[in-house]
T-cell receptor, first 115, second 112 residues
Framework: DTEVTQTPKHLVMGMTNKKSLKCEQH?????MYWYKQKAKKPPELMFV???????INESVPSRFSPECPNSSLLNLHLHALQPEDSALYLC??????????????FGPGTRLTVL | QKEVEQDPGPLSVPEGAIVSLNCTYS??????FMWYRQYSRKGPELLMY????GNKEDGRFTAQVDKSSKYISLFIRDSQPSDSATYLC????????????FGQGTTLQVKP
């Protein structure tokens, strides 16, 4: 089973709201990722977790706060977002972060609209 | 110069045609190559994952890697309307960061 699940599918929030995106995988993968994708653009890496520890933060604004409660779950906490943060947020996982095991499987994404 | 170049298209072909999608890259450190298919408003789906130069086949899909030319291709045989999607190449090297470098994606339309 190569499935990564994400909830919710759609989210509309105001600039003062606090919300969270959730991602789950049961493939035993030890690396998990958050990406942001704007229309007609490729995914942009935001965060990488390896063995539940944050290993890469691609200079993402602090209004995005990742959390990895355990090896199967990844959250992205959102606070005080801007309209330009509206995008498709994708979660991915891979067996390991290292190159030979970095076959990344993506979830369906959460489509976020910030009003 | 971008690390990975991919023609965004759109590419329009008749049903049954052979489709060739390509990416070129500049950094010889890239060692692992992936092709993803992404339908509109959905997450990318991994189609092919290759390491060495040469061909890898999976059903109607063939991935080709030429490291000497820094050129990778995805061929789709007997294309179907259901193949209409955006195809993204993704590369990574030996840095062990987990970071993929994506091409811009090629939009493919297969007409019945």
């Amino acid at each position: 089973d190569t499935e990564v699940t994400q909830t919710p599918k759609h989210l509309v929030m105001g600039m003062t709201n606090k919300k969270s995106l959730k991602c789950e995988q049961h493939m035993g993968h030890r690396a998990m990722y958050w990406y942001k994708q704007k229309a007609k653009k490729p995914p942009e890496l935001m965060f990488v977790y390896s063995y539940e520890k944050l290993s890469i933060n691609e200079s993402v604004p602090s209004r995005f706060s990742p959390e990895c409660p355990n090896s199967s779950l990844l959250n992205l906490h959102l606070h005080a977002l801007q309209p330009e943060d509206s995008a498709l947020y994708l979660c991915a996982s891979s067996q390991e972060r290292e190159s030979a095991y970095n076959e990344q499987f993506f979830g369906p994404g959460t489509r976020l609209t910030v009003l | 110069q971008k690390e990975v170049e991919q023609d965004p298209g759109p590419l329009s072909v008749p049903e049954g045609a052979i489709v060739s999608l390509n990416c070129t890259y500049s950094n010889s450190a890239f060692q692992y190559f992936m092709w993803y298919r992404q339908y509109s408003r959905k997450g990318p789906e991994l189609l092919m994952y290759t390491y060495s130069s040469g061909n890898k086949e999976d059903g109607r899909f063939t991935a080709q890697v030429d490291k000497s030319s820094k050129y990778i291709s995805l061929f789709i045989r007997d294309s179907q309307p259901s193949d209409s999607a955006t195809y993204l190449c993704a590369l990574h090297g030996s840095s062990n960061t987990g970071k993929l470098i994506f091409g811009q994606g090629t939009t493919l339309q297969v007409k019945p």
